[in-house]
């Protein structure tokens, strides 16, 4: 079953990186990074018949709300990787720039929204 | 409508074909916009699950309660403008069908009951008409905005803002259905007690005037004015059809925003969206005040007619 053999190499890989982190913390760091991917690229199977559903249901009606929502949340996803793995390495400061920068975008996507819900107040009262 | 005003001629199929007709025109689009909301919180609510992060949850929060606010600030656009309409039509209908009515009225005898209904019942109708089209729906629509406005600000003082406001125009809707109801009800009984006395009046100093034919001609007006009464009958049968033709569909869709806004409320409270279900509750009540529009108008020119037809019997 897939989520034992998920759960199987996250344990794996986190024995291999704490016995390397005392000697080769680099070598550690990079094992962990690459334990990571891994455990993502196997669900990344599991996705596509998700996404694909959202697809469909995105076409039929709504689109720019929940295309909006979809991209935010891959964004929060990718940025709390990201940050979560410098916090990994120790680097604090690259993790807080990781988050700050998946904000922005996040908000940066949800301003044609804002825009939507604006005009969309504006129509009603005029 | 697929059958005529005579209700003589009605038979059960075509009446529930189309009342299904009215139901199909009313419920098609807000058990879609239900179907649209559902998905939508079901999709925030896994959202919100697949992050971990406390920050990135109020973040995933506050785009899906932009998104919200906008599904259901249209939703409620269409609504408001569909209510306007239907008071619109109406009051456009009676501009043809209340001198008809009333023509028919004096000729029946009900000379007070016409100047009545011609007169005061017109008058008031229009300026309803106008109330709701200049002055309702716009306060309607500045607490759709406000709603969604204070639900996306996330405050609780607005949020409880909101609510206060949808209670004021609950009040204030109450305090209009029962003055008009009691202006108007007062008006036609008298106006139908001064017709029946004035028929009654005519019909004994027939009798006691003219020698011999005097109780033929008192029963001549009788009928004849019974003969009218029917007539009075079919008329105001036709306006309560047309009525329902107009008022049906928006009625019904209002009801279903109703339910479908707070279905969805409970949904967002199960999938942790607070604010999305704020939205849900503010808007459910203003769904039920257009509801309450919708009603105030139909049985006040409901009622009238209705009142003129019980009360005004021509001398029976």
């Known amino acids: 079953m897939l989520i034992i053999r998920i759960a199987v190499l996250a344990v794996v890989g986190g024995v291999l990186s704490l016995s390397l982190k005392k000697d080769q913390p680099a070598f550690a760091f990079l094992l962990s990074v690459a334990g990571t991917a891994a455990l993502l690229l196997g669900i990344a199977g599991q996705m596509r018949p998700l996404l694909g559903y959202l697809q469909a249901l995105a076409g039929s009606g709504q689109t720019q709300s929940i295309q909006c929502l979809v991209r935010v949340l891959g964004i929060a996803l990718a940025a709390q990787f990201a940050a979560d793995t410098c916090r990994d390495a120790g680097m604090q400061a690259a993790a807080a720039g990781a988050e700050l920068c998946g904000r922005v975008l996040a908000l940066a996507q949800a301003l044609p929204l804002l825009q939507t819900l604006v005009d969309t107040l504006l129509s009603l009262l005029q | ?316």
């Not at chain 2, 697949?50 to 606010?69: I, M």
Request: with cysteine; glycine share 14%.
């Open chain 2, 1 to 316: 409508m697929p059958f005529s005003a005579d209700a003589g001629g009605w038979q059960l199929w075509p009446l529930l074909t189309w009342l299904a007709g009215l139901a199909a025109q009313g419920g098609g689009g807000p058990l879609r916009f239900a179907g649209q909301t559902l998905l939508y919180l079901l999709l925030a609510g896994t959202a919100g699950l697949l992050c971990t992060g406390p920050a990135w949850k109020k973040c995933l929060d506050a785009v899906a309660v932009l998104g919200f606010g906008v599904l259901c600030l249209g939703a409620m656009a269409d609504l408001v403008n569909r209510v306007g309409d239907a008071a619109q039509q109406c009051q456009t209908y009676l501009a043809a069908f209340v001198p008809v009515f009333s023509g028919v009225l004096a000729l029946g005898g009900q000379a007070s009951g016409a100047a009545a209904y011609g007169g005061l019942f017109f008058a008031v109708s229009g300026f309803l008409a106008m109330g709701i089209e200049r002055v309702l729906l716009p306060v309607m629509r500045i607490y759709f905005c406000f709603s969604v406005s204070a639900s996306v600000w996330g405050d609780s003082a607005a949020a409880e803002a909101a609510g206060l406001f949808g209670r004021c125009l609950n009040w204030l809707l109450r305090g209009c259905g029962a003055l008009f109801g009691i202006v108007l009800g007062l008006q036609n009984v008298l106006a139908g007690l001064a017709d029946n006395a004035a028929v009654r009046m005519g019909g004994t100093a027939l009798a006691g005037a003219i020698p011999l034919v005097g109780d033929a001609a008192a029963a001549a007006l009788s009928g004849a004015a019974a003969a009218v009464h029917l007539l009075k009958g079919g008329l105001a049968l036709a306006l309560v059809v047309t009525l329902c033709t107009a008022f049906l569909p928006v009625f019904l869709r209002c009801a279903l925003y109703y339910l479908a806004f707070s279905v969805s409320a409970i949904a967002a409270a199960g999938c942790g969206q607070r604010q999305c279900a704020g939205i849900c509750r503010l808007l459910a009540e203003g769904a039920r005040l257009c509801a309450s529009i919708l009603t105030l108008y139909f049985f006040m020119v409901f009622l009238s007619t209705a009142l003129l037809l019980i009360t005004g019997n021509g001398g029976m």
